[in-house]
């Protein structure tokens, strides 16, 4: 974007001040790109990170007036005014998961913690690190990737760009195939007053390689009260030619905290790529998920999972770009809503005509738990080639009295029998879950979600 202005005399005073004006469209915005900025450094990030702080000073946050956010109000996080904080945190407790204890980044307020990470059981031919953490060779070859997926523009995107400080990189190697899932955990301690980080992650999967991916986001386990926060993450995935790679993505934010996450993936010629994402915390969540299809017959699979009560607000948009011919898509996408919570989910799949031969399927299935919870869905189909198989569909629901009251015939009480049904509504995404002690801990978190029993 340029400005001009005009040749009409104007003095030098009030021309500084009508610069600064066109450059700072939102003055909040400007304010959180103020305080996620760095002083100035030298090299390739430096001019990465310049290149988005401009493109952020031209943007605002999107308001309900915006056809992509029009169900997500994003006034309560203008009231806050946020801050980084950092500090050390190595004596922090979390869950670690058998199948990757020795195969995990840990990030503290968007910080590397090398305390509570774990690196030891990798084989070789991938690289598991931070990106301080880098060779100089290794750092050429970032170079080369991060930031240039679809939709760095984006405003919360580039404002995590804009303060790159550090990141999660995974690199697999030609052919290499990696038994053990790597594990990326992301936590948010709240300070005294609201704090903002910024986590990133890169991965990159060589052609013919295999891996695995746990990316969780969380709060600081077992805070006595829980803070106010902002958590804006961003993750970039390169598939390369016949790559395959298993992404689960967990968010269980504190209950005051905004998240704001972005999923771009890049999938080429024959590659493979699934992504079980599942939504339980926060205050306020969105999740864009995007799928740029570059080569011909790829598979795209994608189970998500939202499960949320009080007044929590979950916003799930996703976006299939199949541009080539061959390309094989399902999404099944299952919401949980009670109490006054609000679920949003748009799923788009993108045809264009010459991805001829394309086979694309799409389903929300909602569960209202509530009479006062509230869903709203549209998944889309956008079709201009002439001989594919594409389908989609949504549906909304809530608890049969039937199948309560059958349930209650054999003993069991009424609550106890929501809470069957309920779980086996949810078991159906998380049980394709590849992490076995990943999907116990959700199967007993979603067990033990009491709120989702009471019809407020």
């Known amino acids: 974007m340029s400005i001009q202005v005009s040749p009409s005399p104007i003095p030098n005073s009030n021309l500084v001040s009508l610069t600064s004006t066109l450059l700072d469209k939102d003055t909040y915005l400007t304010e959180l790109l103020n305080q996620v900025t760095t002083p100035k450094t030298e090299g390739w990030l430096q001019e990465l990170r310049q290149s988005a702080a401009n493109w952020v000073r031209h943007s605002t946050i999107p308001t309900t007036r915006e056809e992509e956010w029009r169900f997500t109000d994003l006034s309560s996080l203008r009231k806050v005014q946020f801050s980084v904080e950092t500090g050390n945190y190595a004596s922090l407790e979390f869950d670690i998961l058998p199948e990757a204890a020795n195969s995990r980044l840990v990030f503290v307020n968007g910080v590397y913690a090398p305390e509570l990470s774990a690196v030891s059981d990798l084989p070789s031919g991938i690289v598991v690190s931070n990106l301080a953490g880098l060779s100089a060779v290794e750092q050429e070859g970032v170079q080369q990737y991060l930031a240039q997926a679809e939709g760095a523009q984006e405003v919360f995107t580039a404002l995590n760009t804009a303060g790159i400080t550090d990141a999660a990189v995974v690199w697999v190697k030609k052919n290499v195939v990696v038994e053990t899932p790597i594990h990326l955990v992301f936590i948010s301690v709240a300070g005294e007053t609201a704090t903002i980080s910024q986590p990133r992650c890169l991965v990159v999967a060589e052609s013919g390689s ?169 998944p889309q189909l956008e079709i201009t080639a002439d001989n594919v198989k594409c389908a989609h569909g949504a549906t909304v629901s809530q608890l049969e009295d039937d199948e309560i009251f059958y349930l209650q015939s054999r003993g069991i009480d009424e609550n106890d029998a929501r809470k069957l049904l309920i779980n086996a509504f949810a078991a159906e995404v998380i049980n394709k879950i590849p992490v076995p002690s990943l999907r116990e801990i959700l199967l007993n978190t979603v067990n033990n979600l009491k709120s989702l029993t009471n019809d407020e």
């Open 210 to 378: 295999q891996v695995s991916l746990i990316e969780e986001y969380t709060n600081r386990p077992g805070a006595e009260k829980e803070g106010v926060y902002f958590s804006n993450a961003v993750t970039e995935i390169w598939i390369a030619d016949n790559a395959e790679v298993s992404h689960t993505r967990v968010e269980q934010e504190g209950g005051e905290a905004f998240h704001i996450g972005k999923t771009a993936i890049a999938q080429a010629r024959d590659s493979r790529y699934t992504c079980h994402a599942i939504t339980l915390g926060a205050k306020l969540s969105r999740h864009n998920l995007e799928i740029l299809q570059t080569g011909e017959q790829t598979q795209t699979t994608l189970n998500g999972l939202t499960i949320i009560s009080g007044k929590q607000l979950a916003d799930t948009h996703s976006a299939i770009a199949l541009n080539y011919p061959h390309g094989t898509s399902d999404q099944l996408h299952k919401c949980i809503v009670g109490d006054r919570a609000h679920a949003v989910f748009n799923g788009k799949v993108f045809v264009p005509k010459r991805a001829q031969l394309t086979n694309a399927a799409q389903l929300n299935r909602n569960l209202l738990l509530s009479s006062k919870a509230r869903v709203d869905t549209k």
